[in-house]
């Protein structure tokens, strides 16, 4: 085994002894723990036997960290980078990259032969695969697994979550022999603390020394309406207590992005830097600007300067890298940023302090998960610098103290699958595969294989069902059965309607002066019979009727409610295939699979990745992207690839040949949306040109100071948007049958759109 300068942790050495042995291994330990050097352990293998090892990253931001650590490290000779837009040294020893990547070189489409992508490759590293819970992107873990050919050993690296060993059993079934390292130890152990508004000046330990909840702790008052909007922020108070009791640096969660900024500007005059300190950060930062000078009239500079920073998806890619460049290097005592800070970013505080734990959602405020609290808590406790990590939660009106304790002691959640089947997906196994090969990868799943535990909830209502119609069993003291009663209860009600009838005959009759018809006579006859057949049946005189009746009602009701389930179990069971069977339907009748082999469109569509690849596929299909300028064609993409926005904002106008485009893409959605409907597909379609008036501005050379002045918008918001251009537009330059003139087109617009701050990571 390498010998590392330091002496591992155990859970550390038997994770590393696995490695040395061939096995793949899963490895769950809290955040901190120092998973990585398990990592580098497979990595000096790698080195020494003269293999190859990729090591993927759920983001593009901690593949650059990666990449840039293990040049550092190894020397850049020996390291890659490969992601979305960046390739670097691609056939290294160690290549870095997205999980995405991975997956597509296992598709062998756009990058080469699987064979060529993986060749002398022994491991693969899947860091932070408790991305699997991701909605929308979790499938590329599980296909990434099982398509990985079994001679390569992976080493999946994970936050703590409930089911590593249900994790670890599907790993061992669809790839190779793999074993668990599950650790619940912290190097740097966890502290506790409250803040209620009621004591401003001072933070309170959350539980007393016994493990109770600390009683000095008040619940936050319930205000309501223009009150809860004027209520005061206490984020100086307490960003000063932690000062005060040496528990900088510190990461301040938010969930608004707006508040991190307001957070950030309120403690900016706490005096958190020595003026050392301070020349210091001016120092850096001018180095920085020199070198980015598009942050030159960056209005948070002032901030940085006074230790303070805000870190969210809205600011650009760059002045986030500064501000965790300050922060690692101790110059910044506070970042107040969002949960996405909690991903795996390289940004090690002795404290972090969670402003609530309850979010606001499309559908009203609910409860931080236990795995979303424990992640932004592990942010705290720095190995080798800090004795005790500290976390500081905030209350709040919308949880008690008793809420916030339950859930910082509560277990992490399990790892749920988000498997579901795509176009691309479909193609690219229908390429390789027969359809009932294809069945077997899909049914190899990891939701598939959990289904058991996904479908628990609802098998136990189906227990519950029986095991109440079984209670409800009524023995008849004639022991007549359940159809006896039905039967007089049939007989009953005809009579009971016939008499109503026959009555209402001989009033009206009377009513007249005329005497009951031949016909009304044996009505009423007919009707007296159905009275002496009744007396016939022993549940006549029953005293039990009632209660033997009203039991079969609430019988009948339950299992027509036990058949609804009972289907919602099949469908659940064959969820999976049943998605990879719609898929290939709507493919069918486009005519991208002929006898379930892709056309050449279904190849072309099987190299495209996208939220719906069939979608775009047809729009290049259709030819309405020929004869466009480069501006116009990255203004058409980025209205097809902008998903729905949260806030309603108007879209400035654009040239005259993107609105017509747009038109016509109109009618390509209708149509694609129609045959989704009728085959049950869920696939977004956009149209959404909030941004495209500003990537043709900055496609025809505009400055980036008259880009951002056009839209109230954060700069990141713009730059992710321009990104997402970029990535579909470099896939018209790979993927197969695209026109000539298009694929002109898409790289000049990509060398366009690629300057100071969009090109910057």
């Not at 050919?149 to 079934?173: G, K, R």
């Not at 300050?326 to 910044?332: E, N, S, V």
């Not at 107040?336 to 609530?356: D, H, K, Q």
């Amino acid at each position: 085994m390498y010998e590392f300068p330091f002496e591992l942790d155990d859970f550390q050495k038997e994770a590393c002894e696995y490695i040395t042995n061939g096995q793949s291994v899963v490895v769950c330990a809290p955040t901190g723990a120092g998973k990585t050097v398990i990592a580098q352990h497979a990595i000096h293998c790698a080195l020494k036997d003269n293999t190859r090892i990729f090591y993927t990253t759920p983001l593009k931001a901690l593949s650059n960290q990666k990449y840039y650590d293990f040049s550092e490290k190894y020397g850049s000779d020996k390291v890659g980078l490969l992601t979305g837009d960046t390739s670097i040294n691609r056939n290294a020893q160690i290549v870095v990259m997205t999980t995405e990547v991975f997956r597509n070189m296992l598709y062998g489409t756009n990058l080469g032969a699987v064979a060529d992508n993986l060749k002398n490759v022994k491991y693969v590293v899947l860091d932070e695969v408790h991305y699997m819970n991701d909605e929308q992107r979790g499938t590329v873990w599980e296909e990434s697994i099982i398509y990985c050919p079994t001679d390569i050993q992976i080493i999946a690296l994970s936050a703590t979550v409930a089911n590593a060993d249900e994790l670890t059993a599907w790993i061992n079934t669809v790839h190779s022999k793999t074993e668990l390292v599950n650790t619940d130890f912290r190097p740097v152990p966890l502290k506790f603390f409250y803040f209620d508004s009621s004591q401003p000046d001072k933070i309170l330990p959350m539980f007393t020394p016994t493990g109770q909840l600390n009683k000095k702790i008040k619940p936050e008052k319930r205000v309501w309406g223009n009150k809860a909007k004027k209520q005061k922020s206490y984020v100086r108070n307490i960003v000063k207590c932690l000062a005060e009791q040496e528990m900088l640096p510190a990461i301040y969660f938010t969930f608004s992005r707006r508040k991190c900024d307001e957070q950030m500007e309120k403690c900016a005059d706490l005096n958190l830097v020595s003026r050392g300190e301070q020349a210091k950060i001016r120092q850096i930062i001018d180095e920085y600007i020199a070198e980015n000078p598009h942050l030159y009239n960056n209005k948070h500079i002032e901030y940085l300067v006074q230790g303070v920073a805000s870190h969210h998806a809205g600011l650009l890619p760059a002045w986030k890298n500064l501000v965790e460049k300050l922060f690692q290097q101790g110059l910044i005592k506070v970042v107040f940023a969002t949960e996405t800070l909690a991903a795996g970013i390289n940004m090690p505080a002795r404290s972090t302090v969670i402003s609530s734990t309850s979010k606001r959602t499309d559908s009203g405020h609910r409860m931080l998960t236990a795995s979303e609290f424990l992640q932004m808590s592990g942010r705290a406790g720095r190995r080798g610098m800090d004795e005790v990590g500290y976390v500081t939660v905030v209350g709040t009106m919308f949880q008690t103290p008793e809420e916030v304790a339950e859930l910082v002691l509560s277990d992490a959640n399990p790892l749920e699958s988000r498997f579901s089947p795509s176009y691309s997906m479909v193609l690219n196994l229908l390429q390789r595969f027969s359809l009932d090969e294809a069945k077997e990868l899909i049914l190899k799943s990891f939701g598939y294989f959990s289904s058991d535990s996904r479908l628990k909830p609802l098998l136990e209502m189906q227990a519950a069902y029986d095991s109440d119609i079984a209670e409800r069993a009524f023995v008849c003291p004639f022991r007549k059965t359940d159809s006896d009663l039905r039967e007089y209860d049939k007989i009953r009600n005809i009579y009971v309607q016939n008499r109503r009838t026959y009555k209402k005959i001989c009033k009206q009759e009377k009513s007249k002066n005329r005497p009951l018809s031949d016909d009304a006579k044996k009505f009423g006859i007919e009707t007296k019979e159905l009275l002496n057949k009744m007396h016939t049946f022993l549940c006549d005189t029953c005293k039990l009727y009632k209660k033997h009746t009203k039991n079969v009602e609430v019988i009948e009701r339950i299992e027509a409610r036990k058949r609804k389930l009972s289907k919602e179990i099949e469908k659940q069971r064959d969820i999976f295939w049943n998605k990879f069977l719609s898929h290939r339907a709507v493919l069918y009748e486009f005519g991208y699979i002929n006898d379930d082999y892709p056309t050449d469109n279904g190849i072309m569509t099987s190299q495209i990745r996208s939220e719906n690849e069939l979608y775009i596929a047809e729009i290049i299909n259709s030819n309405v992207l020929l004869n466009l300028t480069p501006s116009q064609l990255a203004a058409v993409i980025c209205a097809i690839t902008t998903e729905d926005l949260r806030i309603d904002i108007p879209y400035l106008p654009f040239s005259t040949p993107v609105r017509k485009t747009l038109n016509k893409i109109r009618d390509i959605r209708r149509k694609v949306e129609k045959v989704q409907s009728a085959n049950a597909v869920e696939a977004p379609c956009y149209i959404n040109p909030y941004f495209s008036s500003l990537i043709e501005l900055w496609v025809e050379g505009s400055e980036w100071e008259t880009i951002i002045e056009q839209i109230d918008m954060g700069e990141g918001d713009i730059v992710r948007a321009f990104k997402r251009v970029v990535d579909v537009l470099r896939q018209f330059t790979t993927i197969s049958n695209v026109p000539e003139e298009l694929v002109f087109t898409a790289r000049d617009a990509i060398d366009k759109i690629q300057r100071s701050p969009v090109d910057i990571d």
